[in-house]
């Protein structure tokens, strides 16, 4: 039965351990551009092909 208490206690230890990061992530921007990674590999052939001779 002590494990049973040992391993919720883990669980939710992870879970809050992604929550902070997933919060962290979100208060430091990382989820603000939500076009660019949609349109950018229509671009990424255009500025190789220019650097390019």
Do not use: C, H, N
Request: aromatic share 14%.
């Amino acid at each position: 039965m002590t494990i049973i208490f040992l391993l919720i206690a883990i669980s939710l230890l992870v879970a809050l351990t992604f929550l902070g990061g997933f919060l962290w992530a979100v208060r430091s921007g990382q989820y603000e551009d939500t076009y660019t990674p949609a349109v950018r590999m229509l671009f990424e052939d255009e500025t190789t092909q220019e650097k390019q001779p």
